[in-house]
T-cell receptor, first 114, second 106 residues
Framework: DVKVTQSSRYLVKRTGEKVFLECVQDMDHENMFWYRQDPGLGLRLIYFSYDVKMKEKGDIPEGYSVSREKKERFSLILESASTNQTSMYLC?????????????FGQGTRLTVV | KNEVEQSPQNLTAQEGEFITINCSYSVGISALHWLQQHPGGGIVSLFMLSSGKKKHGRLIATINIQEKHSSLHITASHPRDSAVYICAVSADDMRFGAGTRLTVKP
């Protein structure tokens, strides 16, 4: 019963391509997050969204944008992929409401930019 | 200084040992998460807690809100517990510690 689904496990793209990473959750969570994970640097927040059409920059938003047109879907966009964006990308969703407070994580997308 | 500090960074134990991983944080939080990540695998949420203690099988998580500190304990450790354990805090967003790499030897 997968709750947070990322569209791809592995992705190889060329420098300069526009890349879309999709994340879908089926739990009606308000908050969604995109992180990247790099050796020695841990998980760093790129963007997050409190609710539909809302977005906030995290620690490393440069080179990325996001879209949240529907509550269940949060997309990370690399406008012009570069080799330094080769990384593992992780999506998460969360609700903090009362007894339903919970967070779930996707399986990750390993992106290689060549 | 990272808002979420974990210790130790690396931990090697013999099968059957009792293991403790610590997490300290410096911000006000709504909840704290303990996560597990196996090599090449995704992240699994083990616990989400905002007070007291939770237990699931051989895993126990505690949190002291006043001291801004949480611990994850593994009793009777097993080689299949080998993984990276990550502490994360929920405030306005979610912030992660650097992780503790646990290796349990048979």
């Amino acid at each position: 019963d997968v709750k947070v689904t990322q569209s791809s496990r592995y992705l190889v793209k060329r420098t300069g391509e526009k890349v879309f990473l999709e994340c879908v959750q089926d739990m009606d969570h308000e908050n969604m997050f995109w992180y990247r994970q790099d050796p020695g640097l841990g998980l760093r927040l790129i963007y997050f969204s409190y609710d539909v059409k809302m977005k906030e920059k995290g620690d490393i938003p440069e080179g990325y944008s996001v879209s949240r047109e529907k509550k269940e879907r949060f997309s990370l966009i690399l406008e012009s992929a570069s080799t330094n964006q080769t990384s593992m990308y992780l999506c998460a969703s969360r609700t903090l409401q009362g007894v339903r407070a919970e967070a779930f994580f996707g399986q990750g997308t390993r992106l290689t930019v060549v | 200084k990272n808002e979420v500090e974990q210790s130790p960074q690396n931990l090697t134990a013999q099968e059957g040992e009792f293991i403790t991983i610590n997490c300290s944080y410096s911000v006000g939080i709504s909840a704290l998460h303990w996560l597990q990540q196996h090599p090449g695998g995704g992240i699994v949420s083990l616990f989400m807690l905002s007070s007291g203690k939770k237990k699931h099988g051989r895993l126990i998580a505690t949190i002291n809100i006043q001291e801004k500190h949480s611990s994850l304990h593994i009793t009777a450790s097993h080689p299949r517990d080998s993984a990276v354990y990550i502490c994360a805090v929920s405030a306005d967003d979610m912030r992660f510690g650097a992780g503790t790499r646990l290796t349990v030897k048979p």
